[in-house]
C-alpha cells in the first residue's frame, strides 16, 4: 500500500528518519542517567 510519495518523502528538520531515532535513543539514555544520578545523590 505504499506509494512513491511516502517513500521518498523526508522528515522534518533532519535528512533521513535514522537521525530522529539516534536522537530520540540519545535522549533517553541521558534521562536515565541523570534520574540514577539524582536518586543517588539525593537519597
Known amino acids: 500500500?505504499?506509494?512513491k510519495n511516502t517513500q521518498?518523502?523526508?522528515?522534518p528538520l533532519f535528512s533521513r528518519w535514522r537521525y530522529w531515532y539516534i536522537l530520540v535513543i540519545a535522549w533517553?539514555?541521558?534521562q536515565v542517567v541523570l534520574f540514577y544520578y539524582f536518586t543517588k545523590t539525593f537519597s
Not at 8 to 11: F, G, L, T, V
Open 28 to 30: 533517553l539514555v541521558t
Open 1 to 3: 500500500m505504499t506509494t
Open 8 to 11: 521518498q518523502e523526508k522528515p
